[in-house]
């Protein structure tokens, strides 16, 4: 590993369920991935974020500090593990890019704001390693949305001058970045709405599992068309980019404010929200970028096998997964933010004003400078 430049991502998505970290080597403009971890958050710990994220959450000061203090040393625990499988010491690591656990996003209300908790300050000090996070508000403070971040990683890894690409991450919320193949054309990305949130909340209040593995579950329900149909009445899914939403707004109380679910079987209901998830990531490129010739896929949701199967039978265009062009689709976002954690040491700008509608190009992110390396 001589000449390497090595930082970690570390990566907890709206799906709530544990911690990705990447160990990057960043080294003359290459990205490779060295080593990968994961590490599952308990189910006390997934129930406990689910109920800070709720909408309208009535939670004390006291929980939310001790959460966001409790996720710190967990995203400095995968830190230390990835370290002691390599064999590294934390003066071999740059830096860290955190990005933390949403828990609220709100960029369009009188006040913007965005809510990531798992404070670096712990993740800093526990591993002695110089830890960059809070990446979404400063974008929000320059008038952008705070999201989607990871269009930049994707530009720099993905373009093809030879066709258009959309990037497609499917975590709790799902998001797309078009890369068209014109170098001088704008990139541009927005969250195309719910992606796996609502499949694996319906699925914990049925089966009591944390998500419907491959797909099982919905594949034996049938599609409710009509349902459907009524689910995309949302503005949100017909609302023009720059945009972006949370688990906090695509949740079961949304679902359940928008029709009555008791006359539904359960399982057609999740084979409904699949078509959902996959109708209206497709929709939504064929309005911004109907000359797409392939769909890249990343996130959990690639793994989810029926909703793969609706998404290549409701695209105009080849479906292919990340792993086909050298990134595996669980490792995409964590490598991302430790290539943003990079930009922002290098103070280069890790947003695209086009795809988050910020004012300009801005430095992203907190400096927790450690005690035995600094930035």
Same mark, same amino acid.
């Given at each position: 590993? $001589?000449?390497?430049?090595?930082?970690?991502? !570390?990566? *907890?998505?709206?799906?709530?369920?544990?911690? &990705? /970290?990447? @160990?990057?080597?960043?080294?003359?403009?290459?990205?490779?991935?060295?080593?990968?971890?994961?590490?599952?958050?308990?189910?006390?710990?997934?129930?406990?974020? $689910?109920?800070?994220?709720?909408?309208?959450? !009535?939670? *004390?000061?006291?929980?939310?500090?001790?959460? &966001? /203090?409790? @996720?710190?040393?967990?995203?400095?625990?995968?830190?230390?593990?990835?370290?002691?499988?390599?064999?590294?010491?934390?003066?071999?690591?740059?830096?860290?890019?955190?990005?933390?656990?949403?828990?609220?996003?709100?960029?369009?209300?009188?006040?913007?704001?965005?809510?990531?908790?798992?404070?670096?300050?712990?993740?800093?000090?526990?591993?002695?390693?110089?830890?960059?996070?809070?990446?979404?508000?400063?974008?929000?403070?320059?008038?952008?949305?705070?999201?989607?971040?990871?269009?930049?990683?994707?530009?720099?890894?993905?373009?093809?001058?030879?066709?258009?690409?959309?990037?497609?991450?499917?975590?709790?919320?799902?998001?797309?970045?078009?890369?068209?193949?014109?170098?001088?054309?704008?990139?541009?990305?927005?969250?195309?709405?719910?992606?796996?949130?609502?499949?694996?909340?319906?699925?914990?209040?049925?089966?009591?599992?944390?998500?419907?593995?491959?797909?099982?579950?919905?594949?034996?329900?049938?599609?409710?068309?009509?349902?459907?149909?009524?689910?995309?009445?949302?503005?949100?899914?017909?609302?023009?980019?720059?945009?972006?939403?949370?688990?906090?707004?695509?949740?079961?109380?949304?679902?359940?404010?928008?029709?009555?679910?008791?006359?539904?079987?359960?399982?057609?209901?999740?084979?409904?929200?699949?078509?959902?998830?996959?109708?209206?990531?497709?929709?939504?490129?064929?309005?911004?970028?109907?000359?797409?010739?392939?769909?890249?896929?990343?996130?959990?949701?690639?793994?989810?096998?029926?909703?793969?199967?609706?998404?290549?039978?409701?695209?105009?265009?080849?479906?292919?997964?990340?792993?086909?062009?050298?990134?595996?689709?669980?490792?995409?976002?964590?490598?991302?933010?430790?290539?943003?954690?990079?930009?922002?040491?290098?103070?280069?700008?890790?947003?695209?004003?086009?795809?988050?509608?910020?004012?300009?190009?801005?430095?992203?992110?907190?400096?927790?400078?450690?005690?035995?390396?600094?930035?």
């Amino acid at each position: 590993m $001589q000449h390497s430049e090595l930082y970690i991502g !570390l990566m *907890s998505g709206t799906s709530l369920d544990g911690i &990705d /970290a990447a @160990l990057v080597n960043l080294s003359n403009d290459s990205v490779e991935l060295v080593a990968f971890e994961y590490l599952p958050f308990s189910m006390e710990i997934q129930l406990e974020l $689910q109920k800070i994220s709720a909408p309208n959450a !009535l939670i *004390s000061l006291q929980d939310y500090g001790e959460m &966001d /203090a409790r @996720l710190g040393h967990w995203f400095a625990l995968v830190v230390k593990n990835l370290l002691k499988k390599k064999q590294l010491q934390a003066n071999s690591i740059t830096a860290i890019g955190s990005h933390g656990q949403t828990v609220y996003h709100a960029p369009a209300g009188k006040f913007p704001f965005s809510l990531q908790i798992g404070d670096p300050n712990y993740i800093a000090e526990k591993t002695g390693i110089t830890t960059v996070a809070d990446f979404r508000r400063r974008d929000i403070a320059a008038g952008g949305q705070g999201a989607p971040l990871v269009p930049a990683f994707h530009e720099a890894v993905f373009h093809c001058e030879n066709e258009t690409r959309c990037i497609v991450n499917i975590g709790g919320i799902a998001n797309v970045t078009v890369l068209p193949a014109n170098p001088n054309e704008a990139v541009i990305g927005f969250d195309t709405g719910t992606g796996n949130v609502l499949l694996n909340q319906w699925i914990q209040r049925h089966c009591q599992d944390c998500y419907d593995a491959d797909g099982a579950w919905a594949n034996t329900g049938k599609i409710d068309f009509k349902l459907v149909e009524t689910l995309k009445k949302e503005p949100y899914f017909d609302a023009p980019p720059p945009k972006s939403t949370g688990v906090d707004y695509f949740s079961l109380t949304w679902l359940e404010t928008q029709c009555d679910l008791k006359s539904y079987l359960p399982e057609d209901v999740q084979a409904s929200l699949c078509y959902l998830t996959a109708i209206t990531i497709c929709e939504a490129i064929e309005r911004v970028a109907p000359e797409t010739s392939r769909i890249l896929v990343c996130g959990g949701g690639v793994h989810n096998q029926y909703l793969m199967k609706l998404l290549a039978e409701n695209a105009l265009c080849v479906v292919q997964s990340t792993a086909d062009f050298g990134l595996h689709p669980d490792h995409v976002e964590a490598i991302a933010f430790a290539w943003l954690a990079k930009q922002t040491l290098n103070h280069k700008a890790g947003n695209l004003k086009t795809v988050t509608g910020a004012e300009k190009s801005v430095i992203l992110g907190g400096i927790y400078s450690s005690g035995c390396n600094s930035a």
